[in-house]
């Protein structure tokens, strides 16, 4: 074995990689050459300093949040609320009645609020490099009938290019562990995510902004569809959008 | 039911692949040596993961993860040859330093420094590519060779070769940097 081989294998050597047969002969060949002794001999001290070293990086934690929300989310398990009124139950009637109002508002606080963080989860999901579109048409003709047969109720899909809004695409999404619609549109360089389901009330319910990791959301119902406007543009802009998007809907309708 | 299938590899993939999160973000700074560059190119790397889950087949995820990563990573020094202020890895030259110096000190007697993390990070830093990436691979990550072939894509022959210069390239770093100390 020559010198310049060896100066390759003594680290396979090193990293243990070596079957017995190569083992052998590197190590015969170090044992006759002082040279390529002296050479790993410094291999391995510097090998053991590093390795007595901490040279791993750590991930940040809002890079692992950033991860975790960009997978599918499977439903929060919520076994909790199940108990509370089972323990309601054993009262008396009257006061589960009364109780149990108290309970149904606080839930469903909490269900809106973890939804409009699912809402915000998903608009952040969008923006990131091909995400955003499933279809891609500046045309309501194309958009719409693409949502046919993906969900059970395809979302209203209106160009509002006249109005400032540019309709840049559709995609399907994932809220409350429901597939839905999204419809994208733009102002300016900013993203407007309008995400629709389907709901059994089919009353008005007027619009209300909230903000949310500084991503403000509006909500509104109408129709029996729940609607959640979702953007980084200012809220007036937003409300903007909204009756934009409503009067146009009744136009709609109405013509 | 299409969903509850997405959800169902979404929960597979997280169990399979976010445990290595770590090893892949350390990967990611010493390729790119810059935080925020590796944060970007660790989120794109999981999610081109997760759309190529499907066609994964093993044997091990953690060499998987990093050749994505590797992609991910070219395409960024891609991007930034288009930038005036790019850093240029020159490895012509380091084709050319030698597998080893001889150094004056009689080598018996050189004992390095324990060094702080920081310190020997810069070395590291210091290394020009394919050698950085292999040093890092073999001695961070602990890849075995053909793990390390794996996910670059080169023989391991080719790896043995890399590593040998690598390791004799931050020995001769770390040797001159001493000596300047003193």
Redesign the interface.
């Known amino acids: 074995m020559t010198c310049?081989e060896a100066?390759?294998?003594?680290?396979?050597l090193l990293?243990n990689?070596l079957d017995a047969g190569h083992a052998r002969e590197v190590e015969a060949h170090i044992a006759s050459c002082p040279d390529c002794a002296?050479?790993f001999?410094?291999?391995r001290?510097?090998?053991r300093?590093?390795a007595?070293?901490?040279?791993?990086?750590?991930?940040?934690a809002s890079?692992?949040a950033?991860?975790?929300a960009?997978?599918?989310?499977?439903p929060r398990q919520q076994p909790s609320r199940r108990s509370v009124l089972r323990g309601f139950a054993m009262g008396s009637a009257v006061s589960a009645l009364a109780a149990s109002g108290v309970v149904a508002v606080v839930l469903r606080q909490d269900d809106q609020q973890r939804i409009l963080s699912e809402v915000v989860s998903a608009h952040l999901r969008s923006l990131?490099?091909g995400?955003l579109t499933d279809v891609v048409s500046t045309d309501q003709h194309t958009v719409k009938p693409w949502f046919n047969g993906k969900l059970d109720v395809a979302p209203p899909v209106i160009d509002l290019t006249a109005q400032g809004f540019t309709l840049v695409g559709g995609r399907l999404d994932?809220i409350d562990?429901?597939?839905i619609g999204a419809v994208v549109y733009k102002r300016r360089q900013h993203v407007v995510n309008l995400f629709v389901s389907q709901t059994s009330n089919t009353e008005y319910r007027t619009p209300k902004t909230e903000t949310m990791q500084g991503f403000n959301c509006r909500r509104w119902g109408n129709r029996g569809l729940n609607f959640w406007a979702v953007s980084d543009i200012g809220a007036d802009e937003l409300a903007e959008f909204v009756d934009k998007f409503e009067a146009a809907m009744k136009a709609n309708v109405e013509g | 039911m299409p969903v509850n299938d997405d959800l169902q590899k979404a929960q597979r993939f997280r169990e399979a692949a976010l445990p290595y999160l770590d090893d892949v973000y350390t990967l990611a700074r010493y390729l790119l040596r810059d935080a925020s560059d590796a944060e970007d190119a660790v989120q794109e790397c999981y999610l081109r993961a997760l759309k190529h889950f499907d066609s994964y087949r093993g044997p091990a995820m953690k060499p998987w993860l990093f050749a994505i990563l590797r992609n991910v990573c070219n395409a960024e020094y891609a991007r930034r040859a288009h930038r005036p202020s790019a850093i240029e890895d020159t490895p012509g030259a380091a084709e050319q330093t030698p597998i080893w110096q001889e150094s004056e000190a009689s080598p018996e007697t050189e004992v390095l420094r324990s060094r702080d993390a920081g310190a020997i990070r810069k070395l590291i830093d210091a290394l020009a590519e394919p050698f950085r990436e292999t040093f890092v691979l073999r001695e961070i990550n602990n890849l075995s060779y053909r793990e390390i072939a794996e996910a670059v894509g080169a023989p391991v022959g080719t790896v043995m070769s890399r590593l040998a210069r690598a390791r004799a390239m931050l020995r001769a770093a770390w040797t001159a940097e001493e000596e300047q100390a003193k």
């Open positions: 310049d100066r390759i294998l003594l680290h396979a990293d990689e002296a050479e001999a410094a291999q001290e510097m090998q300093v590093l007595d070293t901490n040279l791993r990086y750590t991930a940040p890079l692992r950033r991860i975790e960009s997978l599918p989310q499977a990131q490099a995400h994932y562990a429901r597939a």
